[in-house]
């Protein structure tokens, strides 16, 4: 059986560690100094794939969860 996740992050959106992940790499492409050109599409891709995910993720909580935190976002807290 599944529970709610509560707790740090989790308590503002559904797939936090999809958001540190991203912050992860956006760091990568803020240190990588005059090569972040090559990093930005690695960055680009990664946003995208989370955020669809995340999106997913969200949708399957929100559905088999009545109990789910309705004003919990999926990955940015009060963006998305």
Do not use: Q
């Amino acid at each position: 059986t599944y529970g709610v996740p509560r707790g740090g992050w989790f308590e503002a959106v559904s797939c936090p560690h999809y958001l540190a992940e991203i912050l992860l790499y956006l760091g990568l492409v803020l240190t990588a100094g005059p090569d972040a050109a090559t990093t930005v599409p690695m960055l680009a891709a990664v946003v995208a794939n989370l955020a669809l995910a995340a999106r997913r993720n969200h949708a399957w909580y929100l559905k088999h969860m009545p109990d789910y935190p309705k004003d919990r976002c999926a990955m940015i807290p009060k963006i998305f």
